[in-house]
């Protein structure tokens, strides 16, 4: 049955840009496919605003909108791709996270709140040290303090940030930009081209070819 829930949110992450119905399943983590099993699909993703964090050239042509999931091990498998791409495509590409933390997943809420925590002392630059701690050293309670001190925040005050919850309304609005994008499972990427306003998502933590590809038609 945990299977079969799965498959079904997976396919639900094909649909077009329609906001969630109230009939619709929770979010599930987006499994891994074959090369060639899954298509782009034509969506439509909210805007870059000044909540959003970027990493790589602000002039870059493709956007990845990447709406992500600290727990999901499908996302960590999917985090050393996305670096990939951002190194074969430094002047086109760029990626902005947006969180979806799944409600399955009792520290993944918790570990985008410490990374807003680490972006609310230390701006960009911390927030993203802080992501890729938290995909490649892991997440849990016990772990968010000691991250903030290898990155050389005030812990006070990353703790207290941390335990008020006051980041928690963004994430919310991650999420809620993602839903209306069509966003079922995590990961989930929108390669959104910033030249012709085109938006194409792909769900699952897909081979690095398989974003190649798709980035290489839009590039041309």
């Keep these: 049955m945990g299977l079969l829930g799965v498959i079904v949110g997976y396919g639900l ?6 906001p969630a119905a109230s009939t619709t399943p929770p979010p599930t983590a987006a499994q891994p496919n ?21 990493r790589g050239s602000k002039d870059a042509k493709l956007t990845l909108f990447v709406y992500s999931d600290f727990e999901c091990p ?11 791409l951002l ?3 430094p002047d086109d590409v760029n990626m ?22 680490a972006a609310e002392q ?19 309670a016990d772990k968010y303090s000691g ?37 079922r499972g995590t990961p989930a990427t929108i390669i959104y081209s910033n030249e012709t306003k085109e938006a194409q998502l792909i769900s699952g933590a897909l081979p690095l070819a398989n974003f190649k590809t798709t980035i ?5």
Excluded at 74 to 84: D, F, N
Excluded at 101 to 111: D, E, V
Aim: proline share 3%; aromatic share 8%; with cysteine.
């Design 34 to 54: 074959d090369p060639g099993e899954d298509q782009p699909t034509v969506v439509t993703v909210k805007a870059v605003d000044e909540t959003d964090h970027i």
């Design 122 to 140: 230390g701006g960009d630059d911390a927030f993203w040290q802080m992501h890729d701690m938290l995909f490649e050293k892991g997440v849990g």
């Design 147 to 183: 991250y903030a001190k290898d990155l050389k925040l005030n812990v006070t005050k990353f703790d207290d940030c941390l335990s008020s919850g006051r980041t928690a309304e963004g994430i919310k609005a991650d999420e809620e930009s993602g839903t209306q994008a069509g966003v």
């Design 13 to 18: 992450s094909m649909a077009v840009g329609k």
């Design 96 to 117: 902005v996270f947006r969180h979806f933390p799944l409600s399955f997943h009792s520290n993944a809420q918790k570990a985008s709140e410490a990374a807003e925590c």
């Design 74 to 84: 499908y996302c960590s498998r999917h985090h050393p791709t996305l670096k990939q």
């Design 216 to 220: 290489d038609g839009i590039l041309k």
């Design 87 to 89: 190194q074969a495509y």
